[in-house]
């Protein structure tokens, strides 16, 4: 069935846009999606990217999008680079990253990030840069609780 402007909704499988090998089965023994699915698949204007990591300090490239991205930590803590704003975040927080303003974000650990990614337009559009001079993205491992001076 159709909507009123004529739209028909779509499925796409993990096994379609998750890492090569990828099955709903898979799931049950790696929860840590990682994939994308662009809009242009649903017939939609925003893409969705699943990223997942449980190496602290792994982070995506440092980069620009020529259109707004949402930001969803689902697991974990991150440390967010929005253009000039450094934002530590955990499970639940929602950031918004505007266009054309270089972002990025580091798992702090100790264990797995996880977030989910939306991007306000219908395919990816990166462009990977060098961070500038005076911008640390290293992230010092998680010191336990328990072990806390």
């Given at each position: 069935?159709?909507?009123?402007?004529?739209?028909?909704?779509?499925?796409?499988?993990?096994?379609?846009?998750?890492?090569?090998?990828?099955?709903?089965?898979?799931?049950?023994?790696?929860?840590?999606?990682?994939?994308?699915?662009?809009?242009?698949?649903?017939?939609?204007?925003?893409?969705?990217?699943?990223?997942?990591?449980?190496?602290?300090?792994?982070?995506?490239?440092?980069?620009?999008?020529?259109?707004?991205?949402?930001?969803?930590?689902?697991?974990?803590?991150?440390?967010?680079?929005?253009?000039?704003?450094?934002?530590?975040?955990?499970?639940?927080?929602?950031?918004?990253?505007?266009?054309?303003?270089?972002?990025?974000?580091?798992?702090?650990?100790?264990?797995?990030?996880?977030?989910?990614?939306?991007?306000?337009?219908?395919?990816r559009i990166q462009t990977n840069l060098d961070a500038p001079p005076g911008l640390?993205?290293?992230?010092?491992?998680?010191?336990?609780?328990?072990?806390?001076?």
């Amino acid at each position: 069935m159709s909507g009123a402007d004529g739209f028909v909704p779509r499925k796409v499988n993990i096994a379609d846009w998750g890492r090569p090998g990828w099955s709903p089965e898979t799931i049950a023994t790696d929860p840590a999606w990682r994939g994308e699915i662009p809009g242009e698949a649903l017939g939609t204007d925003v893409t969705v990217l699943f990223y997942a990591t449980d190496k602290v300090g792994d982070g995506p490239a440092y980069h620009v999008h020529p259109y707004g991205e949402i930001f969803i930590v689902r697991e974990g803590r991150a440390r967010f680079f929005i253009g000039d704003t450094v934002v530590e975040a955990g499970p639940g927080d929602v950031l918004f990253g505007p266009a054309d303003v270089p972002h990025t974000f580091r798992n702090l650990g100790p264990s797995r990030l996880a977030t989910t990614d939306i991007h306000l337009s219908p395919r990816r559009i990166q462009t990977n840069l060098d961070a500038p001079p005076g911008l640390d993205l290293s992230v010092s491992p998680a010191v336990p609780a328990d072990t806390a001076v």
